[in-house]
């Protein structure tokens, strides 16, 4: 490693040691450099701490990649297979994939858990290992491909989710899209009243405001946002007001 390249995992580091969401102390990321880019390495508490990291890392002077090797430690450690049934489960049972063919891929081959011929709003293939969600195939639009991630992102003992979805006929990404995506989200939480929660977005960056009852309420909204593909910050305003 240059001179140089130690300086700025020096300060990539530094930033990190900063950033409360990601503490450093509990989670040691590693960092190195790669074939020019930074590299983070390790687990951290949550799905903001990563996206946090990544952020932050890619805003260093003199960085011109970054490589994510970082997982989120789950609360509940589970095996691929319980894994595997309870993502079966919420997948099945979710009215908006209901018309999306899905199988899961395993050991060489495929077990379907539902065919649908027409295939009328896509075809899934999952495969998990070591607690790694990847999902393949295609969905009909881009509010599908979010959902079926924060599908994963709900399941105990999931680390990570790979969502290579390709979205049929293709649709063009915007901050509207991330919107309509998460009010889809708050739709299915049972523990969100998506009603009191007013959404906006800009550039990746979504903010939260509104009042909630609870304060796990006000979590649980903001890990929502969190697990959305292509969300890279969450500021929430939300108020947490009780019942007078």
């Avoid at 687990?43 to 990649?65: F, H, N, Q, T, Y």
């Avoid at 293939?125 to 393949?136: H, Q, R």
């Avoid at 919107?179 to 550039?203: K, M, N, S």
């Amino acid at each position: 490693m240059t001179e140089a390249e130690e300086a700025i995992v020096k300060q990539v580091r530094a930033a990190l040691e900063c950033e409360p969401r990601v503490n450093l102390h509990r989670y040691p990321v590693r960092v190195d450099f790669e074939a020019g880019a930074v590299v983070l390495d390790g687990e951290v508490g949550s799905i903001a701490a990563r996206k946090r990291a990544l952020r932050l890392a890619a805003a260093i002077d003199g960085v011109r990649g970054v490589v994510d090797r970082l997982h989120v430690a789950p609360v509940q450690r589970r095996s691929d297979g319980e894994i595997r049934d309870a993502l079966s489960t919420l997948l099945l049972g979710e009215p908006e994939l209901r018309d999306c063919a899905m199988r899961i891929l395993a050991k060489g081959g495929a077990v379907t858990l539902r065919d649908v011929p027409a295939r009328r709003a896509g075809a899934i293939d999952l495969a998990i290992a070591d607690g790694v969600v990847t999902f393949e195939g295609t969905v009909i639009s881009l509010s599908h491909k979010r959902l079926v991630g924060v599908l994963a992102w709900w399941t105990p003992g999931c680390r990570d989710v790979v969502n290579s979805l390709e979205v049929v006929p293709p649709e063009e990404d915007n901050d509207g899209e991330v919107i309509d995506a998460l009010g889809l989200v708050y739709e299915i939480d049972p523990v969100v009243r998506h009603d009191q929660i007013t959404v906006h977005c800009h550039g990746g960056v979504v903010t939260l405001s509104g009042a909630v009852a609870t304060e796990e309420e006000r979590r649980r909204a903001e890990l929502d946002a969190w697990a959305l593909f292509a969300v890279d910050d969450v500021v929430n305003a939300i108020e947490v007001r009780t019942a007078p």
